[in-house]
């Protein structure tokens, strides 16, 4: 529903309508369903996080600050990316993705989500 006092859609009437005593103009949202999508092909370049920060840096190049670290024995990085700075762990990927931005995904996800083109 949108309510015209609050100016936003809110799932029951607000309680500035109940308050008011005044009658309410709550607008019911029509019903929508949500679609199915179907992720587009496209190659991506990435690297596996690994101990040798150098490959990272290279891999990277001077488009993206990159951060190395350990963090419980791990070693970990730290990736500016367009979302802000993102963190990641050995064994997660860096993707350089579609437009050349580059940011993290956990090890699991790029598996579920790439295969090696070869």
């Known amino acids: ?11 029951c009437i607000p309680e500035c309508c109940i308050e008011s005593g005044e009658e309410c103009n709550v607008l ?16 991506i370049e990435a690297l596996q996080i690994n101990k ?4 990272i840096t290279a891999f990277v190049g001077e488009q993206c ?18 979302e802000g700075i993102m963190q990641a762990s050995e064994g997660d990927y860096i993707i350089k993705g579609v437009k050349g931005e580059f940011y993290p995904c956990r090890k699991d996800i790029f ?5 090696e083109v070869k």
């Open 1 to 11: 529903m949108y309510c015209p006092v609050l100016k936003a859609w809110t799932t």
């Open 28 to 43: 019911i949202a029509p019903e929508t369903e949500a679609k199915k999508y179907r992720k587009k092909p496209v190659e």
């Open 52 to 55: 040798n920060p150098a490959e």
């Open 65 to 82: 600050e990159i951060h190395n670290y350990m963090l419980e024995g791990e070693h970990c990085v730290e990736i500016c990316t367009l």
């Open 111 to 115: 598996e579920e989500t790439y295969e």
